[in-house]
């Protein structure tokens, strides 16, 4: 078989191109200007109103408890600004977590202790004894599908979790873009859920189940901590960009948002399904892996050096990342995140068998 | 007459809605993501490439140095940052200056120092002995129908000013958003064009040209500063929002852009005139105020405080934004900001009386 020139990407935390329908958000984007001029001008700094009132709907919470941002890093940036404004303190995150979120952390001079985790999750035991210690600001969780980890915290430790915060007044944040791309099993209560939404924000986005391109995230929080966060919106930006978010409001007005994401869930499973697959019958018995239900990634622990394997693979025609990059300090030095998102499923095979043959 | 139960807005620096043309952003947008499928995916924090390609050729540089931000006010926000971080050192700004990007300077924590201003723009001389004392990060500066104050830097002036930064190794941001809006007379060269771009970097948007809700803005900047206010961009959002960006590149590939502004030139300049016909005929002798040759706001100097009459004026129907609003400390005090892009010329003749009548 001839080997494709380009590159095969394991490192590229993105949806197929398949997995967008441009049609429709076309359409969309064409209908929401039409459909309401307000799209064009000036507005609430906290996004646009018909989806602020339909995410409302969807959490079960006021408007005013909905910001949209543009993209989820975004809000997840104004929460961490204004949690180490409100709280000075040392920041809690899983280790691993995602790089993004970790860099913004960096950016803002935060004290970021790692907890460590297992295959269910967070280690509570872990995150107890960090609770007992000096002033925690708060933690930044990834419970369902972790990036990069692909790791889904237990319904038992959502729930353990959930009291050690209460008892610690520990505020939250709970980053959840993966949630809704679950391809088997049945999804646990969010940790906002579980808590009521006074200590843990929920932070989602439309990246996954619409279109990353469009950058349309949200956050659910108090409506006093939502006023906070809107006013850091409004001094950054004014008001974000309607035209994306007007272009989802159509999109989920129309019904449409249930029927595409079964399709992407669909076109996902067969990649998630040809990754695990290949791990299987390529390196069993050498490596360990994680197996999700859902999301995009695959943690896998590698019997040797993943940035020495990195500097092979990507001589060879394939990339992915290495762990160490989603830990503050050191850790993930034998570990690999592979994002089975974009590949199709012949280069999923064709990938993982070219890393075997490395290893 | 009957007085309309609306009140009218000389606050909102926002165009009038018949400025934005819907039908044509609507079909642009639709256009946009179906002959680019790269809107729908993450892309380069600079913004989306097809527009930064027109911009570097209408701005005769290269694409890398155009940062396409969401909106001007975030492009503004990064460029601070990052002068702050590469010079500290105290901010020069007009008094009086635009409210929001003073907002983003008290946020960074700067040292801003205002330099006064008269009928031909910044007061150079003042300029110059800021300049020759304590050390200074950069000059903001808004020489072309500035916001609040309508005025206009001369071009003897702008000539003086470039060379000032020259000697004393000065960066400059010059913010021009409004300059395209430009009812009579020729437009002077810009700071930018004189300087040749090392020192001046410039920021403007297709907020007043376009629809702000679009949120598009821009940077022309060195390569390498550039790349560092990328960096930022990237770590905050990953990449803007690509539809809004290619809507405007759309509109632009159509050749609509042109058509599209002498039209907002001719709605607004009505606007314009209404005003200055408006306060001649109801103030002259009993206050001043500047005439823009374009833009949206005349600067009203008044016989009385103008917060005292803000509050009789909203009371009767009318509103506009206190003079000391645009201020770091103190000053403004007797001024205020009048819009006239957002009301009709029949509001605008109404509005104008009643604040006659209060005064």
């Given at each position: 078989?001839m080997?494709?020139?380009?590159?095969i990407s394991?490192?590229?935390?993105?949806?197929?191109p398949?997995?967008?329908?441009?049609a429709?958000?076309?359409?969309?984007?064409?209908?929401?200007?039409?459909?309401?001029?307000?799209?064009?001008g000036y507005?609430?700094?906290?996004?646009?109103?018909?989806l602020?009132?339909?995410?409302?709907?969807?959490?079960?919470?006021q408007?005013?408890q909905i910001?949209?941002?543009s993209g989820?890093?975004?809000?997840?940036?104004?929460?961490?600004?204004?949690?180490?404004?409100?709280r000075?303190?040392?920041v809690?995150?899983?280790?691993?977590?995602?790089d993004?979120?970790?860099?913004?952390?960096?950016?803002?001079?935060?004290?970021?202790?790692?907890?460590?985790?297992?295959?269910?999750?967070?280690?509570l035991d872990?995150?107890e004894r960090?609770?007992?210690?000096?002033?925690?600001?708060?933690?930044y969780?990834?419970?369902?599908?972790?990036?990069?980890?692909?790791?889904?915290?237990s319904?038992?430790?959502?729930r353990?979790?959930?009291e050690?915060?209460?008892?610690?007044?520990?505020?939250?944040?709970?980053?959840d873009p993966?949630?809704?791309v679950?391809?088997?099993g049945?999804a646990?209560p969010?940790?906002?859920?579980?808590?009521?939404?006074?200590?843990?924000?929920?932070?989602?986005?439309?990246?996954?189940t619409?279109?990353?391109?469009l950058?349309?995230?949200?956050?659910v929080?108090p409506?006093?901590l939502?006023a906070?966060?809107e006013?850091r919106?409004?001094?950054?930006?004014?008001s974000?960009?309607?035209?994306?978010?007007?272009?989802?409001?159509?999109?989920?007005s129309?019904?449409?948002f249930?029927?595409?994401?079964?399709?992407?869930?669909g076109?996902?499973?067969?990649?998630r399904?040809a990754?695990?697959g290949?791990?299987?019958?390529?390196?069993a018995?050498?490596?360990?892996?994680?197996r999700?239900?859902?999301?995009?990634?695959?943690w896998?622990e590698?019997?040797?050096?993943?940035?020495?394997?990195?500097v092979?693979a990507?001589?060879g025609?394939?990339t992915?990342?290495?762990?160490?990059?989603?830990?503050?300090a050191?850790?993930?030095?034998?570990?690999?995140?592979?994002?089975?998102?974009?590949?199709?499923?012949?280069?999923?095979?064709?990938g993982?068998s070219l890393?075997?043959?490395?290893?």
């Amino acid at each position: 078989m001839m080997r494709t020139l380009s590159v095969i990407s394991f490192a590229r935390g993105a949806p197929a191109p398949e997995c967008l329908d441009g049609a429709l958000i076309a359409d969309c984007a064409r209908a929401a200007v039409e459909n309401d001029p307000a799209v064009l001008g000036y507005g609430a700094g906290g996004g646009y109103g018909p989806l602020r009132e339909w995410l409302g709907t969807r959490h079960g919470v006021q408007p005013a408890q909905i910001v949209v941002t543009s993209g989820g890093l975004q809000g997840i940036a104004f929460w961490f600004e204004e949690m180490l404004a409100q709280r000075p303190g040392r920041v809690l995150v899983e280790a691993p977590t995602y790089d993004r979120s970790l860099k913004q952390l960096m950016r803002l001079g935060a004290d970021v202790v790692p907890v460590p985790m297992d295959d269910e999750g967070l280690d509570l035991d872990a995150l107890e004894r960090e609770l007992a210690t000096a002033e925690v600001s708060f933690l930044y969780t990834i419970p369902t599908f972790q990036n990069p980890s692909g790791r889904t915290l237990s319904t038992e430790r959502r729930r353990r979790l959930v009291e050690l915060a209460a008892q610690h007044a520990l505020p939250v944040l709970e980053d959840d873009p993966y949630g809704l791309v679950r391809y088997e099993g049945e999804a646990p209560p969010s940790l906002h859920e579980l808590e009521g939404g006074e200590l843990v924000t929920y932070a989602s986005s439309f990246s996954k189940t619409v279109a990353p391109g469009l950058r349309v995230g949200w956050l659910v929080l108090p409506a006093s901590l939502a006023a906070r966060i809107e006013e850091r919106a409004v001094s950054t930006y004014i008001s974000p960009p309607f035209l994306p978010q007007a272009a989802v409001h159509e999109v989920v007005s129309r019904g449409a948002f249930e029927p595409n994401l079964e399709r992407i869930r669909g076109l996902l499973c067969v990649r998630r399904d040809a990754m695990l697959g290949a791990l299987e019958r390529e390196l069993a018995g050498r490596a360990t892996w994680s197996r999700p239900e859902g999301g995009y990634f695959v943690w896998v622990e590698l019997p040797v050096d993943a940035g020495e394997l990195l500097v092979r693979a990507e001589a060879g025609g394939v990339t992915f990342v290495r762990g160490a990059d989603f830990f503050p300090a050191s850790g993930g030095e034998r570990s690999a995140r592979l994002a089975f998102s974009y590949a199709s499923p012949a280069e999923i095979d064709e990938g993982v068998s070219l890393l075997a043959t490395l290893l």
